[in-house]
């Protein structure tokens, strides 16, 4: 029987996608999956050091391992991803049932480190040097990702997958832990990805949603050619099978107009773009080191809106950062009223050790001050959404059904009829009654009902045209 392995997995898109590819790692090792840490004979915990809160979880989690590790001292305990490259060795400090410490950087070592651990019983820990322990060259290569095996089985949505195109961010923004915990810019060879979207597209892969920390970035440098997001996306269009390109997230700096035509002028590009904003106020944005201006962001906003038909825009926001005033604060929900973005990712400022922002300035805004704005700016954003929803209610939206809605999911699974989700050309989530059948089909639904985050509505013939949206979102 082949041991088995639980996987926990806190963060962001490229935290999920790189659980799928360590699991897929020690698959071919001969690991199975487990269900529950019980089950298991290996535990990790895939982590995030973006924010405070998601810190505090692992640790929590790893506190209640405690006594299970006890009881069962041949299983191993794991912890991987950014807190990992944070912390190191803290973590043995804090937890010290934990067995085994590997940053982002070293993720394709684990099936070696676990084969050792199970040798000899010894912790292991391997991470990625810091950006100030040697030449970029060395770094980035201590940075470097490993082969892109891939296991459908971890994908929470089956026709979606993730593609990672690049590693690495060399922006710097004060507030940011991510170039110390994932290292330098490095931008994947056009051929590679390409191969690996042809794979996913094999494995029955309809949307693929390409990522990176400024994912606009992306250039890569191939003998006299340099191929950039723009150029990526005309070849993964052309690619048989997939149906759907997401790219996130974007930076503002680097929205250029090749890539607002490409998002335009390619049938496959999802009318949708992820920009964040992160403030309303030239001085926060200069504080948070953004390298932009409120004016210039406004100018590309409205630059996308206009030439893309029936896009939607979102954007994240950090409320209460360092010395935020009343007007500074009124700044932001007024980018917001103004620009109306499909939705925010709105965060309470976390102070992380070793930036720019803890170094320079003092964490000041009282949490009552930075919960209340936190809400305010949430319920600005809240109507908005609704308001921006209304007109869908009696049109057709073609969406890709990614499978049982939340309610669904907790009934039997047995049941025939059940309640899906899935999402427009331009990321809105529909909700609609059909049939588990329909999972992984492109849909007309008409819309009902919508809020503030939801349309709800009703499968139409499939026969149907579904109405073009160009509305303005």
């Known amino acids: 029987m082949s041991k088995k392995v639980y996987i926990e997995t806190v963060g962001c898109q490229m935290n999920v996608l790189d659980s799928e590819l360590v699991m897929a790692s020690l698959r071919k090792a001969g690991y199975g999956l487990a269900d529950s840490p019980r089950d298991a004979d290996v535990i990790l915990f895939n982590t995030c050091s973006v924010r405070q809160h998601a810190e505090d979880k692992i640790y929590s989690a790893l506190g209640r391992l405690k006594i299970l590790k006890q009881r069962h001292p041949n299983k191993i305990i794991g912890v991987l991803g950014c807190m990992a490259q944070k912390d190191q060795k803290q973590i043995f400090q804090r937890a010290k049932h934990v067995d085994l410490i590997v940053g982002p950087g070293q993720l394709f070592q684990i099936a070696a480190l676990l084969q050792q651990i199970e040798a000899d019983g010894r912790p292991r820990m391997e991470v990625s040097l810091g950006r100030r322990d040697g030449s970029r060259i060395r770094i980035a290569r201590s940075h470097e990702s490993f082969d892109p095996l891939r296991d459908p089985e971890m994908r929470p949505v089956r026709c979606q997958a993730y593609v990672r195109i690049m590693i690495g961010c060399d922006k710097f923004c004060t507030y940011c832990i991510v170039p110390s915990v994932r290292g330098p810019e490095q931008s994947r060879p056009r051929r590679d990805i390409l191969a690996e979207v ?89 504080r948070m080191k953004r390298g932009y201006t409120i004016e210039e962001y406004r100018a590309m906003h409205a630059r996308a809106i206009e030439s893309i038909p029936g896009l939607a825009v979102t954007s994240d926001f950090i409320v209460g950062f360092c010395g935020e005033t009343v007007l500074e604060f009124q700044a932001t929900c007024d980018l917001v009223r103004d ?81 899906l989700t899935g999402r427009t050309r331009c990321d809105r989530i529909v909700v609609f009654p059909g049939g588990r059948e329909h999972i992984g089909q492109i849909l007309p639904i008409r819309i009902d009902d919508v809020n503030a985050f939801t349309l709800f509505g009703h499968l139409t013939s499939p026969y149907a045209e579904p109405e073009m949206l160009p509305l303005r979102t």
Not at 233 to 247: C, H, P, Y
Request: net charge negative.
């Open 198 to 286: 042809r794979q996913l597209a094999d494995e029955g892969c309809k949307e693929v949603i390409l990522l990176g920390q400024t994912v606009n970035s992306y250039r890569y440098v191939e003998g006299d050619t340099s191929w950039r997001l723009s150029d990526l996306l005309e070849a993964i269009d052309a690619t048989n099978g997939i149906q759907r390109i997401k790219f996130v997230s974007n930076h503002p700096s680097d929205m250029t107009d090749d890539l607002m035509d490409a998002v335009r002028d390619l049938p496959k590009c999802a009318r949708y773009l992820h920009i964040p904003a992160q403030h309303g106020s030239n001085a926060v944005l200069r």
């Open 339 to 419: 620009l109306r973005f499909k939705n925010s990712f709105i965060f309470k400022y976390s102070e992380r050790p070793n930036t720019k922002s803890a170094e320079l300035y003092i964490d000041d805004v009282p949490n009552a001050v930075k919960r209340r704005r936190n809400n305010e700016l949430l319920a600005i954003q809240n109507a908005i959404s609704e308001s921006d929803n209304q007109p869908f209610i009696g049109r057709d939206v073609e969406i890709l059904v990614e499978g049982p809605s939340k309610v669904a999911a907790q009934q039997n699974d047995a049941s025939q009829i059940s309640q």
